[in-house]
């Protein structure tokens, strides 16, 4: 167990389970943690909800085809250069709503870490729709979460307000999409910025 003086620096993750850069993001947060001894705090929020508040609006919805189709290439590009599967749902953008929720629940039990990665593997890998609540409650059971507390908890108002919260304290210091970093009072937003997080520990 680490000592208090040898306690890690902590790096803030908001994240949501429909972000496709942000699944990309969550596949080098372990290695980085290695590499620069950090911790990473992975912090759940609404996207749909953080777009709503600060005025913004997912890069998918561009008009422009070829902006859109630079987007869908350059999802593809950092997979590779990341050596992790990566496929466009077919569902996508999803409505994460109850997944997030359920991403809420899982911290309050114990279980972010093994949910959020078995979300993104069922979404972003297995092509699974996390809009869909039998889906939802699927991955619950095979990760071994109780199913049946889950589908209480989803839906218990403290979740739901935390889940509220957090999004609007993301908001409240700047964040205006996921993936979102906070070290040490200053902002990284994006899969691309993580190698700026790094170069700002030197």
């Known amino acids: 167990m680490e000592s208090e ?17 942000s699944y990309l993001a969550s596949t080098q947060l372990e290695s980085f943690e290695r590499k620069n001894n950090v911790a990473f705090e992975w912090r759940p929020i609404l996207l749909g909800g953080l777009f709503k508040t600060v005025d913004n609006q997912s890069p998918f919805y561009v008009v422009s085809k070829d902006k859109k189709n630079y987007l869908l290439n350059d999802l593809q590009a950092w997979a590779s250069l990341y050596g992790v599967p990566y496929q466009l749902p077919s569902q996508f953008p999803p ?14 039990a114990g279980q972010l870490k093994p949910y959020t990665k078995a979300m ?3 979404f972003f890998v297995d092509d699974r729709n996390i809009s ?9 059971n095979e990760i071994g979460m109780d199913v ?7 839906d218990d108002v403290d979740v739901k ?3 509220i919260s957090t999004t609007e304290e993301a908001a409240d210091r700047g964040a205006f999409g996921v993936p979102t970093f906070f070290y040490q009072g200053q ?3 994006g899969n691309d910025r993580l190698c700026l997080l790094e170069h700002s520990m030197d």
Do not use: C, H, W
């Open 120 to 122: 993104f593997q069922a």
């Open 187 to 189: 902002m990284f937003f």
């Open 161 to 163: 307000q935390e889940l």
């Open 132 to 140: 869909d609540l039998d889906t939802i409650l699927e991955i619950v």
């Open 5 to 21: 003086g040898m306690k890690r620096k902590q790096i803030e993750f908001f994240f949501d389970l429909g972000s496709p850069y």
């Open 148 to 154: 049946a507390e889950f589908s209480l908890a989803i």
């Open 95 to 108: 409505n994460t709503l109850k997944a997030m929720r359920g991403a809420i629940a899982a911290r309050r």
